[in-house]
Antibody, heavy 121, light 108 residues
Framework: QVHLQESGPGLVKPSGTLSLTCAVSGASISTNKWWNWVRQPPGKGLEWIGEIYHSGSTNYNPSLKSRVTISVDKSKNQFSLELTSVTAADAAVYYC??????????????WGQGTTVIVSS | SSELTQDPAVSVALGQTVRITCQGDSLRNYYATWYQQKPGQAPILVIYAKDNRPSGIPDRFSGSTSGNTASLTITGAQAEDEADYYC???????????FGGGTKLTVL
């Protein structure tokens, strides 16, 4: 059974950098999957942040692209998110997620439990 | 277009049938996926590849697509189906994942 676990600081200062890691267990990150970050501000819907393939290829949400970096560490079987210049609008529950796909099918088949990030000085 | 549009809220009487819709141009190229989210929990997959259910999802959940509109139908809604439902797909460029705004389902 594949399990994803987010970790990282739950409190980030305004203008600071949010850094989260997603540890993957039960499967190798070097498989034909996309590894994603999705967030959900309090009381709002899901927002896709971006994704990475084990080769290092990335896709980002255009609205966040200038501030986001997603990286992969195959030796640790994990991937990470960095979001710079955070503001109160970045406060959310952050989920890591695995996407399985074969055109025209694409879906998240594994979600992490989510981690809450607060932005405050 | 990279947007998916959902009705914000829908209600259904216990045991009745309800359809939740999702509209967007990307659905002409990619199948919609549907997720259920209950308060304080991560989303779970309920429908993928148009009308496939993961193991453990009751068969009262079904999906369909027509043109640029995907639908999630719950036949015989139960109290435990009360939740937020999100549709999702890749956008037409395949370089983005898009989510609908979500539909809050109330079971009366």
């Amino acid at each position: 059974q594949v399990h994803l676990q987010e970790s990282g600081p739950g409190l980030v200062k305004p203008s600071g950098t949010l850094s989260l890691t997603c540890a993957v267990s039960g499967a190798s990150i070097s498989t034909n999957k996309w590894w994603n970050w999705v967030r959900q501000p309090p009381g709002k819907g899901l927002e896709w942040i971006g994704e990475i393939y084990h080769s290092g290829s990335t896709n980002y949400n255009p609205s966040l692209k200038s501030r986001v970096t997603i990286s992969v560490d195959k030796s640790k079987n994990q991937f990470s998110l960095e979001l710079t210049s955070v503001t109160a609008a970045d406060a959310a529950v952050y989920y890591c997620a695995r996407i399985s796909e074969r055109f025209p099918i694409s879906y998240v088949d594994v979600w992490g439990q989510g981690t809450t990030v607060i932005v405050s000085s | 277009s990279s947007e998916l549009t959902q009705d914000p809220a829908v209600s259904v009487a216990l045991g009745q049938t309800v359809r939740i819709t999702c509209q967007g141009d990307s659905l002409r190229n990619y199948y919609a996926t549907w997720y259920q989210q209950k308060p304080g929990q991560a989303p779970i997959l309920v429908i993928y590849a148009k009308d496939n259910r993961p193991s453990g999802i009751p068969d009262r959940f079904s999906g369909s697509t027509s043109g640029n509109t995907a639908s999630l139908t719950i036949t015989g809604a139960q109290a435990e189906d009360e939740a937020d439902y999100y549709c999702s797909s890749r956008d037409s460029s395949a370089a983005r994942v898009v989510f609908g705004g979500g539909t809050k389902l109330t079971v009366l």
